[in-house]
């Protein structure tokens, strides 16, 4: 039987006029790896710090680890790591100095810590860096120091809040190299993203928000399949008229075309070989197209499909 | 001890503010010592530029200028311009322009009173020495009166007041006691501007620093409660705040060659209120989360206004008016008034009400500090 780490029930908060998260439900089971998925000013930071209990809400409940979560459940907290979006380090102490100081925040005994610190270190691959101080650090590498000092100690829940913002793809794929270690290692996810291929690739269960509010959830298969798109065909085409555009659209299982500098997107449900009868088509009507292909939803489809928007509408 | 040891790390890079706060301090006492220990006396005298026009030309105007030609160095004024003259003063290549005015001497020698007669004296408003070459003309013209009126005749009068003015120096060599008094009293006066400097330049960046904005957040999520972080925090910045203020009276009582004695002591709890006053003052400003970038401009703003205002640099009989009556809202002001008091040998009991409203200068920025710093807090959660 599966075990919950956090549960989430009907939490409302709001910012006076502002309803930051309307009802907002989530439960989380142990070993996953959970993504919470929306654009930015969904409410994901909002539902983070309120699981934290670093703000106040007005309406709800939330559990961790079975227990009712408050600001002085210091037991609950010593279980949990937090990566804040924000880069939060002393710039005045070295990058083992901050991974001990974060770490010391935790764990009292100094022998356990210096073994935890080391390890945190080798995990986020900072071992040449480990006298540097911050100002030193490339961006990425800032990054990693960021979550070595959520990690260091160990903790069962470790919740992820946007990391991978500004991060160059080496240090990218290395983060996310780290979380699916993590996970692998016991450790519950919690990880915030505006960024579907990521959570994508390494979330086992995605709940998509907006405006406050849960928007859908599960894995991504099944959010991919819940949707009426099961392919995109995208065509690189100039001089492209309103008639073809209309007769593209009659093609069988084609159900949206959209075209916009030189970029037409057909959007089709269900059916096989749907590339081939768009390519039959240019071929009789003696048009010449640049490059053309087809992909599989993603969730950013799932997300339009289900709210009208991109997810990155707001960037 | 995670956070009272990470305290003592960051302080680690404030370091050079405190070397460079120190250095000015000892510097600024160093210098003002100086000035109080040449010669043998703390009495000696300046000698000074002065601008004569005598239009009386009488025995007693020359006497006058004779005497003070003895002590500073007479220019005549008959061979200058008045624009000239001005210039003068203002560069301070003299300190007074006089003008004995026609029938000076006879008015004198008729017994009028010699504070009454008019010798027209022209000075910088905020120059201390112009002050005391009118005290020279009061101090010559009294006793001459005197002599005068004792029946001594005119040749005898000037020769005695000579003399007498002269004896003034043997004055100066009883009070050679005074010199080691004064010398303790400049080293604690200068003190506040070192504790006020070195505790803002270093300690309230590092306090700052524990409270910015991610890092609290980061630390609040943490299983250590806020209050034991606090504690912490203000447990090493205490321990900063005491070993700078021992410091600097250790240092200031070496370089007065005086420890222990009644005055030292009072003169001590003097600087130790002083320093309690401070470190609330610290407390209000760490709750106004204040980037640490700001703080060395504040303690520049903060170190230099109470020091002139509160009569720090400046004695307090110096200051304008209205420059006092802002003083008198600092407690540098008291601090000083204080040590005027201990210094006039004042006891305890002279200085405690100077004592009670540094405290409670402190007492009141620590309260609006928490409060202001509240709201602050809750508008930014």
Redesign the interface.
Known sequence: MSETVVEVKNLVKRYKELIALDNFNMKIEKGEVFGLLGPNGSGKTTTINCI?S??DFDNGEIDVFGEKMT??R??L??R?G?V?Q?????E??SVE?NI???C???I?DKNKRKQYVEEAINFVGLEEFKKFKPKKLSGGLLRRLNIA??IAHKPELIILDEPTVAVDPQSRNKILEGITELNKKGATIIYTSHYMEEVEQICTHILIMDKGKNVTEGSAEELKRSIKNTENIIVYIKNLNDEHVKAINAINHVYDVTYMSGRLEIKCAGGRHNISHVIDYFASNNLDYDRIYSELPTLNDVFLEITGKNLRDKE | MTVFKAFFKVLRKYKMSLIMYLVISLGIIYILSSFNTKGNASYYRVSQGIAVRDNDNSEISKGLIEYLSTINEIKNAEELTDEQITDMIYYTRISNSLIIPAGFGEAILNGEDASMLKIESTKNAGARMGYSVETEIDSYLNLLSGYLEGGFDMAEAEKLTMEALADNSSVNVIAEVKVEDDKLFTMFQMLPYGILTMLFSAVLPVILRFGTMLLKKRSDISSTPAYKRQISIALAAGLVSVFIVIALIALASVLAKEAFTGRWWLVVINVVTLSITVVMLLVAVSNLNMKPEVASAFTNVVGLSFSFLGGIFVPIEFLGSGAKVIGQFLPTYWYSEALTRIKADGGFNDILNCLLIQLLFGVMVMGVGLVAGRSIQKRTA
Do not use: P, T, W
Not at chain 1, 86 to 90: L, R
């Open positions: 934290l670093l703000l600001s002085q210091y037991d907290k010593k949990i937090i804040m924000d880069v939060a380090v002393f005045e102490l100095e001990d100081y974060f010391g925040l935790y009292n000092c959520g």
